[in-house]
């Protein structure tokens, strides 16, 4: 997804500026104004700043994760809870703080704090480490007085995401080692191993087997080239990246992910689920469905169904219904849909998004679960079948020779 840079100013009167992922710098301004921030100026960034949520050590960045917001939002809640004073609670938190960004950021919204800005205000002026979904939420406890218990389904939240994406990651660790392992590998056979049985298969003058030969080329060719075929391997990497990091790339990265066979119904299913709890989780914290619509698109962490929802806003905004909306979005089942329907008629939308997310977990556990099942046969195709060509390729001219010498 693209990056804007934004300069505004908050409701304060305060200049403020950062960085925001977003389809378009109009669901940018969407963004800003959700938080109280009137845009001044609004520009796609062409190169992204040092993050917010990061810090440089030597060449790496440590990035603030979804367990530091876990324990900050389930300490905040408890302190709050028990009636400590929010500048006091921050204060408490920055010193307790094991993670070293986390405690300047802390410090930071503390210092605002004092100076008579509110906690949502203060919060984002960090916006890669407070996401506007956050701040908006922070906003609604303190209009609503209930900021304790926004905290609290935060951190709900934060260990829903956190799970899912372990769950993904979890799943597709597996195929990707094995993946890998082959590869290296293959690079090691073709390296080492080929060419030692190549100049014995030389050395005999015969014509040797097709596949001997195919063989044999392949690994002169990588030993030959190896250099070159590293550099082409990163340098493509290297470019998709760069793709990926544009716009339309991302847009059709994120679509074509979902269309993948074996996991791609695995990724849906997890981005669908985060869309659900986080909606759910802003239609009950009083936030509108138009606003919660434009905050929950830059959550699901995938592009295009982030445009998917973002369109169903713009037709909520039309005057369209939220199920007409939906169907039209054509990214949810018949199941839900029908779920949708019943909410929207009852008026419990938001506790049927809290079970559709419910269900599309169950429906994720069950997919990682079976998500080996489905791999490892076609992993032991693949598998067995370099075996085999590598077999018939190395042991057939030496059956030969073995025929020859018998012969004689």
């Not at 709900?156 to 290296?184: L, N, Q």
């Not at 250099?227 to 990163?234: D, E, H, K, M």
């Not at 979902?258 to 759910?280: M, Q, W, Y």
Request: charged share 20%.
């Amino acid at each position: 997804m693209p990056e804007f840079a934004y300069r505004g100013r908050n409701a304060g009167g305060e200049l403020v500026a950062g960085v925001l992922e977003a389809p378009s710098s109009g669901a940018v301004a969407d963004q800003l104004f959700s938080t109280g921030i009137t845009p001044v100026h609004i520009d796609q960034a062409s190169a992204a700043p040092p993050k917010a949520g990061e810090f440089k050590l030597g060449v790496r960045a440590r990035k603030i994760g979804l367990s530091e917001l876990m324990v900050f939002c389930r300490q905040l809640h408890t302190l709050l809870k028990a009636g400590v004073p929010i500048v006091r609670t921050l204060a408490g938190l920055q010193e307790s703080s094991q993670h070293p960004e986390l405690k300047r950021v802390i410090g930071d919204v503390r210092e605002k704090l004092e100076a008579g800005q509110e906690l949502s205000l203060g919060m984002s002026a960090h916006p890669r480490v407070f996401s506007p979904f956050m701040v908006n939420m922070v906003r609604v406890g303190e209009l609503t007085g209930r900021l304790d218990e926004i905290f609290m389904r935060l951190y709900e939240f934060f260990a829903f995401e956190k799970k899912i994406g372990d769950e993904v990651r979890g799943a597709m660790r597996y195929p990707i080692t094995v993946v890998c392992a082959v590869a290296v590998a293959l690079f090691i056979v073709n390296i080492f191993v080929i060419p030692a049985f190549a100049k014995m298969f030389t050395s005999l003058k015969a014509q040797l087997p097709l596949m001997t030969r195919i063989l044999m080329w392949t690994s002169e060719f990588v030993v030959s080239y190896w250099l070159f075929i590293l550099v082409g391997l990163a340098v493509t990497a290297y470019g998709f990246r760069a793709y990926v990091r544009t716009g339309n790339g991302r847009l059709r990265w994120d679509s074509l992910k979902l269309r993948l066979p074996i996991v791609g119904s695995l990724i849906n299913k997890a981005t669908l689920a985060k869309f659900s709890r986080s909606f759910a989780l802003a239609g009950n914290s009083g936030v509108p469905i138009v606003q919660a619509l434009s905050l929950v698109a830059n959550v699901v962490g995938n592009a295009y169904l982030g445009a998917r929802i973002l369109g169903m806003r713009e037709g909520i905004e039309r005057g369209e219904s939220v199920l007409r909306t939906a169907t039209g979005a054509g990214v949810f089942d018949a199941l839900v849909l029908q779920m949708v329907a019943v909410g929207e008629e009852t008026g419990e939308m938001n506790t049927l998004m809290s079970e559709i997310a419910d269900m599309y977990e169950r429906e994720v556990a069950l997919e990682v679960e079976g998500l080996a099942a489905k791999a490892e046969p076609i992993l032991l195709v693949v598998m067995g079948s370099l075996v085999l060509v590598l077999a018939l390729g190395v042991f057939m001219p030496m059956w030969d020779m073995v025929s020859a010498a018998r012969g004689k």
